[in-house]
């Protein structure tokens, strides 16, 4: 049986390390994955490493807060239907009783106020502009955070001496580019969580970069995009189904009970249908699981090529092309929600990165 090359060219660097570490201070700050033998971080990743964290970070704080708000307004938008629908239909079930025409008035009333606030938080609170500062903050934070791998891994451009001076003059042009949505401050726990270690081997780079984008987040994410799609799918299907229903049942007994209820159906249907839209939960469904495939094949590849031997300059090869691939999906990514939902391009950002 071939031996793993991955395994036994870690069991060599691993030995080389020990041997160095029998006179060395370890000054290294305190990092998640701590490795003996590792020379102390640079000061140019540790700061990069800073922005991306800040920049992941303001990414997340204005996603949820979009998605909050999509929910609340999807859910307005059901509940003013539903309450509208009844404050019609009250009159019909029990009469013209004076309870009942308050009860009915102020449902009418909700259901306005559920409607008017929905409409509002659509048009300013939803505006395509925080969408823009969302997706710019996250693809800044991605450069960023490809910057330091390529720097860690000791790939062009940083290959030579004055890599430091190159990974901070990019990071200037990124701080530049994102003026507008600059990165949030972060404790010092957070600002080396995950950092990669300098210099980084590629099977630390494998292990910590490749393995884990596929592993832990590119096929989750595309799995649970799928789960999304198909809920909401069924939930639009069966609510339309439903108003058929109604109103074949409407068509036949005849009376104004049913007719309401199927406009209401109809329009919790559409709402939902939108909703799902606008998350565009089928099309990163596959465009993750796409890009996990890239990845899977060319590690496969890196594997096939270096089998029981060193290739430099195949470990380098393997760390630009995986680089490429995940930042063709940043950038594939992005250009799919500065799109519409339907497809229709939005203005973009100035700057856009």
Partial sequence: MLDNPLAERSKNSQSCAELMDRDHIDLQPKVDRPLPGIPPMTAALAETWRKYRG??????????????????????????????????????????????????????????????????????????????????????????????????????????????????????????????????????ADAVKDRPLYPLSVEDYITHRVREQIDDFYRPRAARNEQKAALFARWSQGLSAGAAVLGAVGAIWGGSYFEAWVAVAGTVAAAIATYALGQRFERLAARYQVTADRLAVRLALWEVSTLGKSDPAADRDLVLDAETIMADENGAWLAEFLKGPTGSAQPAAENAS
């Fill in 55 to 188: 920049w992941a970070a303001r990414a997340r704080t204005i996603r949820s807060e979009l998605d909050r708000w999509r929910l609340l307004v999807l859910r307005l938008t059901v509940t003013g239907a539903v309450l509208a629908t009844l404050a019609s239909q009250l009159p019909v079930w029990f009469g013209n009783i004076d309870r009942v025409g308050i009860i009915s008035r102020v449902l009418s009333a909700l259901s306005a106020a559920a409607m008017a606030f929905a409409a509002y938080s659509g048009r300013s609170i939803l505006d395509p502009a925080a969408e823009r500062q969302w997706l710019r903050a996250r693809a800044l934070g991605e450069s960023c955070k490809s910057e330091c791998y390529r720097f860690a891994a000791g790939v062009r451009p940083y290959e030579a001496n004055d890599a430091g001076a190159k990974l901070l003059e990019k990071l200037q042009q990124l701080l530049a580019s994102g003026a507008d949505v600059p990165a949030m401050e972060v404790a010092d």
